[in-house]
């Protein structure tokens, strides 16, 4: 009987060994977005007016991704100084395609209806090609989005040329506005002058994005 026990407990020891050593299997990690010089994910997303948007409508041009959620203070930050609305002025201007897009879930206090974000954005000013409802997370998961707000720049071929953050100062102060430097106004000038990005991946920061 002794015999016959010896195997299994054989086994049985060497798995906890395995488990103290560290070398079981461990949890799947979350999908990363894509790395800058890849092609950026295409999506097909709704407006707040109940048109549909896919990115790739936009190829020939190029497009700012910019994520959104009125509730953060960060986001405050660049709306309320008028920021953000000047840097999507100065984009359209150039024929830059800016696509504001909201990833939080519809169950979080947060989540603001797409004719409420509208409304949001037009009191604000605001000049996105298209505010988008993301509430699902589909978008904001394929880029591997963290917080608001999270840039991208998207190049006319579709490639991913800028991530991260819109500054250098991670504050929700509109004070600090003044003499940083701006990631995405300085990222569009080179690109559109042909120039590679000096800055093409940088540290986002912001608010939490709530996703389902």
Known sequence: MLTQLSFPLALFSLCAAALSLGTAP????????????????????QDV????????????????????NPSCPFVQKHYSSGNMQQLQKEAAAKNVAWLTINSTEASHVDYQPPAQLGR???E???????TL??????????YAARVT????????????????????????????????????????SQALAGQPLNQATTRAYGCTIKYK
């Open 49 to 68: 007016t109940g048109k549909t948007v896919r990115l790739s409508n936009f190829r020939g041009r190029y497009v700012v991704l910019e994520w959104n």
């Open 120 to 122: 949001w954005m037009r």
């Open 149 to 188: 707000p999270h840039m991208y720049i998207v190049d006319p071929q579709g490639r991913l040329i800028y991530a991260g953050g819109i500054d250098d100062k991670p504050s929700a102060r509109a004070s600090d506005i003044n003499g940083a430097t701006n990631y995405i106004r300085v990222g569009l």
């Open 124 to 130: 604000q000013g605001g000049a996105p090609a298209a």
């Open 133 to 142: 409802m993301d509430a699902e997370g589909v978008a904001g998961r394929a």
């Open 26 to 45: 461990l949890p799947a990690r979350a999908a990363a977005g894509p790395s800058v010089g890849q092609t950026a994910p295409d999506f097909s997303l």
